[in-house]
């Protein structure tokens, strides 16, 4: 019963944790090498828990079995309590040289890509800045343009997110490419992650920040660099052509005034005149 209810706790709790697109893993589809290497990890833990409840349970099991009749020891080769307690230290060990490890891994910055897309400086990662205000997210790309709740990043293409804040603390939280982090004012924290294959990864920021938070939302949309290139010219075009419009009715009021103005002002000129005659 102990067996069969620890059995169970494991496999509901993996299952109330899970999501129809994590299908046989414990983490969403992983899109990003740091994401592979933690799925890993997480997957080896998984299995040791596992193992460790049966052991456990088999031996509590073992101990508790009831017996009809005195039991006289066999004899042949024991294990000491120093042999297993080395025994079961040496496995702690090893456990926690490999969670190290995979967890190192999965901090790392992926391979900088060779051939590097407009706006990233060649054996460095794409540097993107993402800053979170109550309540959106905003990103500027390295030529000048932005954009808001959609970052539109490169296939195969190493990026630097350097994540700030203009308010509050804000969460980023895109499970597939790269693992959680803060935003916070003041402060910027910088996140890494490489998208390999194109496609649309939606999220929500992962810190509560007030009551405009549930409208939050993330969308990283990753296409390929020629896509990209694109993209962000193309952004930068429209924000120049809003800002052209913006200046030209500027000017078309400001011309407006003017000529009001001038023409107030031959007005008031004749108006003079005319009582200059008069006297």
């Not at 983490?27 to 090498?33: E, G, I, K, L, V």
């Amino acid at each position: 019963m102990s067996l069969f209810i620890s059995l169970a706790g494991v496999l509901i709790a993996f299952a109330l944790n899970a999501t129809p697109a994590m299908a046989l893993s414990l983490n969403p589809d992983a899109a990003s090498p740091g994401i592979e290497d933690a799925n890993t990890l997480h997957w080896i833990l998984f299995v040791v828990i596992l193992a460790v409840i049966v052991v456990v349970n088999l031996a509590i099991l073992k101990a508790a079995r009831p017996r009809s009749r005195a039991v006289t020891p066999k004899p042949g080769r024991k294990v000491s309590q120093v042999k297993l307690a080395i025994g079961l230290g040496v496995f702690a060990l090893a456990l926690f040289v490999v969670a190290t490890v995979f967890s190192d891994k999965s901090r790392e910055i992926p391979a900088v890509n060779a051939e590097p897309v407009a706006g990233q400086v060649k054996g460095e990662p794409l540097e993107i800045t993402a800053t979170g205000s109550q309540w959106l997210w905003r990103f500027n790309y390295p030529n000048g343009a932005f954009s808001y709740r959609r970052l539109t990043v490169p296939a195969g293409v190493t990026v630097q997110l350097d994540l700030v804040s203009t308010d509050v603390v804000h969460g980023w939280n895109v499970p597939e490419l790269t693992g959680k982090a803060q935003a916070i004012p003041g402060k910027t924290n910088k996140v890494y992650f490489r998208a390999d294959d194109p496609g649309v990864y939606t999220s929500r920021s992962s810190v509560l920040s007030g009551q405009g938070y549930d409208t939050m939302e993330i969308e990283v949309n990753v296409v390929s660099p020629e896509e990209y290139e694109a993209a962000i010219e193309e952004l930068k075009t429209d924000i120049q052509d809003a800002q052209d419009k913006v200046e030209a009715q500027f000017k078309a009021e400001r011309d407006k005034s003017e000529a009001a103005a001038d023409q107030v002002g031959k007005a008031e000129t004749n108006n003079d005149a005319e009582s200059a005659e008069a006297e």
